[in-house]
């Protein structure tokens, strides 16, 4: 669906890997029906946005292999601008498999967006911009990134964008230990913060969603999510609880991209608080009952939950 007048414009950065999984949710070792799709947290947030009837855009670095041009085209044919995407000819494109029902594995190491750097960051236009989601996984992925992460937050600001951020550890990546203060001092810049309630608990002790935001008292929209009990969001001095929905899990990861592309679609409108957090709740149980990282099919939307 072609964005209309209202719409208003997300950019998203990050690492988007190729990811193969089984079609019917059979394990890797059995399984004889594969498909390769495109999987990363942020690419994956555009798509949801674009799927409400915003414009959306994602940048990163893909490497200039067939891998990076299917990555390209799926996350394209979401709806997602991809213009600015840069192909990289030294390193290759990040990949990893769903086994559904025990995990996922990565093979990312030395990928294209792990070489992200500063100056990708001061190449970046800020023009009609109205909000830039970014995500945690990126400063776990090198040196470069973590600097390339604080300078978009940094000159994000600057260009009066506000900036969405989710915590999303990956304990593959780096221990808690390592990435509390590095996740808790980027959390502190943001506008928007989105983050597991347990997650917290392993990266900074806190157990309730009170203890976060006491955490984070300076966070303007707190976004706490308590896995498929409910999801809390402190926007100033109110407090908004909305309920979990019932989902049949056939692959959990992905949901949780879902949930903040849903919230932040229904931000963009305008929406209220609640309505926010519902329309993140129904994308998240949309996408739990696929192998996929996005809603299969989706015919993009405009309005509140549905």
Same mark, same amino acid.
């Given at each position: 669906?072609?964005?209309?007048?209202?719409?208003?414009?997300?950019?998203?950065?990050?690492?988007?890997?190729?990811?193969?999984?089984?079609?019917?949710?059979?394990?890797?070792?059995?399984?004889?029906?594969?498909?390769?799709?495109?999987?990363?947290?942020?690419?994956?947030?555009?798509?949801?946005?674009?799927?409400?009837?915003?414009?959306?855009?994602?940048?990163?670095?893909?490497?200039?292999d067939?891998?990076?041009?299917?990555?390209?085209?799926?996350v394209?044919?979401?709806?997602?601008?991809?213009s600015?995407?840069?192909?990289?000819?030294?390193?290759?494109?990040?990949?990893?498999?769903?086994?559904?029902?025990?995990?996922?594995v990565y093979?990312? !190491?030395g990928? +294209?967006?792990?070489?992200?750097?500063?100056? $990708? /960051?001061? %190449? =970046?236009?800020? #023009?009609? *911009?109205?909000? @830039?989601?970014?995500?945690g996984?990126?400063a776990?992925?090198?040196?470069?990134?973590?600097?390339?992460?604080?300078?978009?937050?940094?000159?994000?600001?600057?260009?009066?964008?506000?900036?969405?951020?989710?915590v999303?550890?990956?304990?593959?990546?780096?221990?808690?230990?390592?990435?509390?203060?590095?996740l808790?001092?980027?959390?502190?810049?943001?506008?928007?913060?989105?983050?597991?309630?347990?997650?917290?608990?392993?990266?900074w002790g806190?157990?309730?969603?009170?203890?976060?935001?006491?955490?984070?008292?300076?966070?303007?929209?707190?976004?706490?999510?308590?896995?498929?009990? !409910?999801?809390? +969001?402190?926007?100033?001095?109110?407090?908004? $609880? /909305?309920? %979990? =929905?019932?989902? #049949?899990? *056939?692959?959990? @990861?992905?949901a949780?991209?879902?949930?903040?592309?849903?919230?932040?679609?229904?931000?963009?409108?305008?929406?209220?608080?609640?309505?926010?957090?519902?329309?993140?709740?129904?994308?998240?149980?949309?996408?739990?009952?696929?192998?996929?990282?996005?809603?299969?099919?989706d015919?993009?939307?405009?309005?509140?939950?549905?």
């Amino acid at each position: 669906m072609t964005p209309d007048a209202g719409s208003r414009t997300l950019l998203c950065i990050g690492e988007t890997m190729a990811m193969v999984t089984s079609r019917a949710g059979d394990p890797v070792e059995d399984a004889d029906d594969f498909r390769v799709e495109a999987g990363g947290a942020e690419s994956n947030v555009a798509g949801h946005v674009a799927a409400r009837g915003h414009r959306a855009r994602w940048f990163s670095r893909l490497g200039d292999d067939a891998l990076g041009r299917r990555v390209l085209r799926r996350v394209a044919e979401r709806g997602v601008d991809v213009s600015a995407v840069r192909f990289d000819a030294d390193h290759p494109t990040g990949l990893y498999v769903k086994d559904p029902g025990r995990g996922v594995v990565y093979y990312r !190491r030395g990928s +294209a967006a792990s070489f992200l750097d500063a100056a $990708d /960051a001061d %190449a =970046l236009s800020w #023009e009609g *911009v109205d909000l @830039v989601h970014v995500s945690g996984i990126t400063a776990a992925l090198s040196a470069s990134c973590a600097r390339f992460l604080d300078r978009v937050m940094t000159r994000a600001r600057a260009a009066g964008v506000p900036v969405s951020f989710d915590v999303n550890h990956r304990p593959a990546l780096w221990s808690a230990a390592d990435a509390g203060p590095v996740l808790r001092a980027a959390a502190v810049q943001a506008d928007v913060v989105f983050v597991g309630r347990d997650e917290a608990e392993t990266l900074w002790g806190t157990g309730t969603a009170e203890e976060i935001r006491a955490l984070l008292p300076a966070v303007p929209e707190l976004v706490i999510k308590d896995a498929d009990v !409910r999801a809390t +969001a402190f926007v100033g001095a109110e407090r908004v $609880d /909305a309920p %979990a =929905l019932r989902a #049949e899990v *056939v692959e959990p @990861v992905g949901a949780g991209d879902a949930f903040a592309g849903g919230y932040l679609a229904e931000r963009l409108s305008g929406s209220p608080v609640r309505a926010r957090l519902e329309a993140g709740h129904a994308r998240a149980a949309l996408v739990l009952r696929t192998t996929g990282d996005t809603v299969e099919d989706d015919a993009p939307t405009r309005g509140g939950a549905e």
